[in-house]
């Protein structure tokens, strides 16, 4: 991101995040805490005392959470007798949430012979979402008969949080910057998720192709590709 993005916008570009919960929380509270998000769809809170400091272990659901709802947790935690309304009903509504399993154990290959993903993940993280995304990365499978088949350069699954890219890209002809252009589309979609329920699914939103652009070599990767095909 550049410099001179005032700190309001870049709020608005990250969208909520595991701090600014944390940080809202602690302020209701008037004392900090440690927060830890969990995808643990049978518990969605639990308050314990450790050495002095709460412990909040949360439904990572929450992230999207207004203040009011969090307002709500902050007085729970006050006063384990305060009811909740606000917080259940944010549940109800959140269920889908629910059915998401966690991330499945597969084998991740960073390592390419041209290409290091874990470096260029790490390298697009900080650059672009301060660190913020936490999906896994790994080349994608590179038997023949799925090479032939997957047109797709890189894919993303929500369900298990892994971003794949396309082994094909891991050649001496294959800028870095394209293939950085690939991960940073992958973790923008990792980064902006899927619509809430209800509203219409759009996996290229108005919003994923506006922040698509501020990729920094964005003209450079299209024309390198249009120049491929
Ligand atoms: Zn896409």
């Known amino acids: ?27 209701r509270l008037g004392r900090p805490l440690v927060l830890v998000l969990t995808e643990n769809a049978s518990t969605m809170l ?27 947790i902050a007085s729970y935690m006050k006063k384990s007798k305060a009811s909740m309304p606000l917080f259940r009903s944010f549940v109800r509504e959140n269920r889908e949430w629910l059915a998401i399993k966690p991330p499945k154990k597969v084998p991740l290959k960073t390592a390419g012979t041209y290409h290091d993903l874990r470096e260029l993940h790490d390298a697009v993280n900080k650059e672009y979402f301060n660190g913020t995304i936490d999906a ?49 589309h992958e973790m923008l979609h990792a980064f902006l998720g899927t619509q809430p329920a209800g509203t219409r699914r759009s996996v290229h939103s108005r919003e994923f192709r506006k922040q698509e652009k501020l990729f920094h070599e964005y003209e450079k990767a299209m024309a390198w590709e249009r120049g491929r095909a």
């Open 136 to 184: 896994a990365i790994t080349w994608g499978s590179r038997s023949p008969r799925s090479s032939v088949r997957r047109r797709t350069l890189g894919s993303y699954s929500e369900r298990s949080h892994i971003i794949r890219i396309n082994p094909v890209l891991d050649r001496k002809a294959v800028p870095r910057y394209f293939v950085a252009f690939i991960v940073y």
């Open 46 to 72: 639990s308050v314990r005392l450790h050495g002095g400091v709460p412990r909040i272990r949360l439904h990572r659901m929450f992230l999207n959470a207004g203040n009011e709802v969090l307002d709500e």
């Open 1 to 27: 991101m550049s410099k001179d993005i005032p700190d309001k916008q870049l709020d608005l570009l990250y969208g909520p995040s595991e701090n600014s919960l944390k940080r809202h929380l602690e302020e």
